[in-house]
């Protein structure tokens, strides 16, 4: 009787142990979860028409034609840090768009 409350104490214990390898072992990735790691589309602000710039989060007509303004007037963008120099564009608008936006 002893042997056998051991053996199945043991059995028990065991059980748990099969379940972590299994959990631990990392699942395989499908092939349609690759994701393309460059983004095209990105708006070039120096080159960008008030209509595309309006693409961008929180650039409405006024902001994007004060974009505009501000290119023709104090020449092309040299950084993209330099859009929050534009009047209305604040930090918080600059950093919502970064991946959406470039220089050239």
Known sequence: ???RNLLLAMLLAALPLTGLQAAEKPAAKP???VVETTSPGKININTAST???TQLKGIGTKKAQAIV???EKQGKFTSVE????V???GP???ES???SIVVK
């Open 92 to 94: 918080a608008t600059l």
């Open 82 to 85: 330099q859009l929050a120099d």
């Open 1 to 3: 009787m002893k042997t």
């Open 69 to 71: 303004d501000y290119r």
């Open 97 to 99: 768009n970064r991946q």
């Open 51 to 53: 209509e595309q710039l």
């Open 31 to 33: 092939q349609s979860a």
């Open 87 to 89: 009047s209305g564009i």
